[in-house]
C-alpha cells in the first residue's frame, strides 16, 4: 500500500462478547447513522505488486456534494477473494489507512476504529447480537499534531494513518444466565434469501470537539475461517499420491467409506408386482468436503426377495436416485436464548443433487441381483461453509429422497427424506491429494440408472 511497510498489528483490550450489550451497539443501524450533510461513496481499484500478487484497494469517502472528501477509509484486501467487498481468510491482518482532510482545520480529538462482528436474524435491535467488538485508538490529542502523522505522498492539507489488525481466533460469548460458550471466529454469512446472517463491518469513529457533531465511516467486509478436511484413514502399504486413480467402491475398498445404515423400499410395480429392494449408501472418508470439490458417495441396491426385479427399474436417468445434500440454518430471534434450542428455527435449503455414474451389476451370495452406483455431489466454490456462533449455526446433511415414477407406485410423501446423515463443508484443502470429479458432468453420455418408488417399509 503506496510502497510502504505496514506497522505492526494492533492489539485489542478486550475479545470477548456480552450477550448484555448497551443499546447503540447492538444496533445494526446505529453503525451506518452518519450526519445528514454527509454521504458515503465507495469505489475500488486493483493493484498489483513486484510478485504478481494482485491486492484490491476499497475506498470509503464521507463527503458533501462534490467537495473534496472530509474522510476516507481505505481497505486492501486479496484481489482473488474480493469481488464485491475486501474479504479476509483467519490468521490474515486487516489492512488498510484512514485519512482525514485537514484543510479546513475541523478540530478532531481522537480517531477510533471499531471491529465488529454480528448476528443479524431480524430489523429489530434486540435482533442483532455482537459477538465480536475489537476497539484499536488510530490518533488522540495526547498522541501530539496530527499533521506529524502525515505521510510524503499525501498533501499538506491531508493526514493519513495506516493500520495492521489483527483479529482473534475465537471469542467467548455468554448468555444472560451467565453461561459461556468459545467459539471460533466464524465466516461471515451474507444471502440475500437467508432469514439471518453473520456480519463483520470496520467503523471508523472521528470524535470532535463538544460543539461538533461526531461523524462515522462503516464498511462491511468479508471473513472466512480456515477449515479443513483431516487426512484420510491410513492403509498399509498404500499409494501415497492418488491424486490421479479414481476412488474405489466399497466393496474393494471398504476403508475409505462411511457406509450407512440400509434402508428398504417396497412398493408396487408394473403388473401389480410387489417391489422390495435394500439400498445402502456410502460416503467417502472423513466426512468433511472442501467447497469447490465434490462429495463421492455410492449406493448399492438389491433386491430381498426372490419376486423382485429390479432389472426393469433401469433407465437412463442421472437424476433418478433422489440423493441431495442439504443446509440446515438453525437460529433464536432473541439474542438472550442463546443456547436454547426451545426457542430456535430452523431453515432448510436444498443445495445440490448427487449426479450418477455407471452402474456395476453382481450377485450376492444367496443369488440375488445387486448393483452398485458410483456418484457425487458436487459443491459450489462459494458455499457457505459448515460454522455456528451463539444462537446461530449452519449445518449440512445427505439425504435420500424418493420421487415419483410410473413403474412403481407408492403412498411414500416425496418430500420427507427416508435417510439423512451430517456432514462438513471446509473452506480449504487438506493434506494430500485433492477430490477431484470423475462423473461427466454436461450428460453427453446417458448411463444407466435405477429409478424407484418407495413404499412403507
Not at 498489483?48 to 481497505?75: C, H, M, Q, V
Not at 462429495?295 to 432389472?311: F, K, L, Y
Not at 451389476?361 to 452398485?372: A, K, N, P, R, Y
Request: hydrophobic share 35%; aromatic share 8%; proline share 7%.
Amino acid at each position: 500500500m503506496h510502497g510502504l511497510a505496514l506497522p505492526p498489528p494492533y492489539t485489542s483490550t478486550s475479545i470477548s462478547a456480552d450477550s448484555r450489550l448497551s443499546d447503540t451497539s447492538n444496533s445494526y443501524d446505529a453503525f451506518l447513522q452518519e450526519p445528514p450533510s454527509y454521504k458515503n461513496f465507495s469505489s475500488h481499484r486493483l493493484i498489483t505488486d513486484w510478485s504478481g500478487r494482485s491486492t484490491k484497494e476499497f475506498t470509503y469517502a464521507l463527503k458533501s456534494g462534490n467537495r473534496r472528501p472530509w474522510a476516507s477509509l481505505i481497505l486492501c484486501a486479496d484481489a482473488s477473494r474480493s469481488s464485491s467487498i475486501p474479504t479476509y481468510t483467519e490468521g490474515e491482518c486487516i489492512t488498510g489507512s484512514v485519512v482525514l482532510n485537514t484543510q479546513e482545520g475541523d478540530p478532531v480529538q481522537a480517531i477510533d476504529i471499531i471491529v465488529q462482528g454480528q448476528v443479524i436474524t431480524g430489523t429489530r435491535a434486540q435482533d442483532t447480537y455482537t459477538f465480536l467488538n475489537h476497539p484499536v485508538t488510530i490518533w488522540n490529542k495526547s498522541m501530539g499534531d496530527m499533521r506529524s502523522s502525515s505521510r510524503e505522498d499525501f498533501t499538506n492539507d491531508e493526514s493519513c494513518w495506516d493500520f495492521c489488525i489483527g483479529l482473534p481466533s475465537q471469542v467467548e460469548v455468554t448468555n444472560s444466565r451467565n453461561s459461556s460458550r468459545v467459539f471460533r471466529l466464524p465466516s461471515a454469512f451474507l444471502e440475500h434469501c437467508a432469514q439471518a446472517c453473520i456480519q463483520y463491518t470496520l467503523v471508523v469513529n472521528f470524535t470532535r470537539s463538544r460543539l461538533r457533531t461526531n461523524k462515522q465511516l462503516a464498511a462491511i467486509f468479508g471473513y472466512i475461517q480456515i477449515t479443513r478436511p483431516s487426512p484420510g484413514p491410513y492403509i498399509p502399504g498404500q499409494i501415497t499420491n492418488q491424486g490421479d486413480s479414481e476412488l474405489r467402491p466399497p466393496d474393494v475398498d471398504s476403508h475409505r467409506w462411511q457406509t450407512l445404515s440400509p434402508i428398504f423400499i417396497r412398493g408396487m410395480g408394473v403388473g401389480e408386482q410387489s417391489i422390495m429392494l435394500k439400498c445402502t449408501l456410502s460416503l467417502a472418508k472423513p466426512l468433511c468436503y472442501t467447497r469447490g470439490t465434490v462429495i463421492p458417495c455410492a449406493m448399492t441396491i438389491e433386491a430381498v426377495d426372490s419376486g423382485s426385479t429390479p432389472e426393469y427399474c433401469l433407465a437412463n436417468s442421472r437424476q433418478a436416485i433422489a440423493l441431495m445434500l442439504r443446509r440446515t440454518i438453525e437460529y433464536s430471534s432473541r439474542s438472550n436464548y442463546l443456547f436454547d434450542k426451545s426457542e430456535s428455527r430452523t431453515v432448510v435449503d436444498h443445495i445440490e443433487t448427487a449426479v450418477w455414474g455407471p452402474t456395476t451389476t453382481s450377485q450376492t451370495t444367496d443369488g440375488q441381483s445387486q448393483h452398485q452406483y458410483l456418484g457425487e455431489i458436487p459443491l459450489k466454490n462459494k458455499l457457505a461453509p459448515s460454522s455456528a456462533i451463539g444462537h446461530l449455526s449452519i449445518k449440512y446433511l445427505v439425504s435420500i429422497f424418493a420421487f415419483e415414477d410410473a413403474a412403481l407406485k407408492s403412498n411414500t410423501a416425496i418430500t420427507k427424506p427416508l435417510l439423512e446423515y451430517p456432514v462438513v463443508i471446509a473452506t480449504s484443502f487438506g493434506k494430500g491429494p485433492r477430490r477431484r470429479s470423475f462423473i461427466p458432468q454436461d450428460g453427453s453420455t446417458p448411463l444407466p440408472q435405477l429409478i424407484y418408488m418407495p413404499g412403507a417399509g
